[in-house]
């Protein structure tokens, strides 16, 4: 089964209002994953995919281009979900 990912454009219009592309942030989570890392950045770069998705995903209405419109808007709901699961973990084992 394909993931989400596949087929949707390229990284050049990821950068509206982030300073790291898609293809970046995904390569940060990898890293901390590596290294075992559970804290909140990792919650941050999720948060931070989210809005790319996000924000193609607006983009994509308002120009009412239809093509991966539900993809990017599945994918914005993925990644802020796992920021939002990545957070309240950390949250946890604060306490």
Do not use: H
């Not at 209405?61 to 979900?81: C, G, M, P």
Request: net charge positive; proline share 1%; glycine share 4%.
């Amino acid at each position: 089964m394909p993931s989400l990912e596949s087929g949707l454009s390229s990284d050049a219009e990821d950068t509206d209002d982030v300073l790291l592309s898609l293809t970046e942030f995904q390569q940060l989570i990898a890293q901390k994953k590596q290294q075992g890392v559970k804290d909140t950045s990792l919650s941050i770069l999720y948060a931070n995919i989210g809005k790319i998705y996000q924000n193609r995903y607006q983009t994509r209405v308002q120009r009412w281009e239809y093509r991966d419109y539900l993809k990017e808007q599945a994918l914005a709901i993925k990644y802020l979900e796992k920021a939002i699961t990545s957070q309240k973990n950390c949250v946890k084992k604060s306490k």
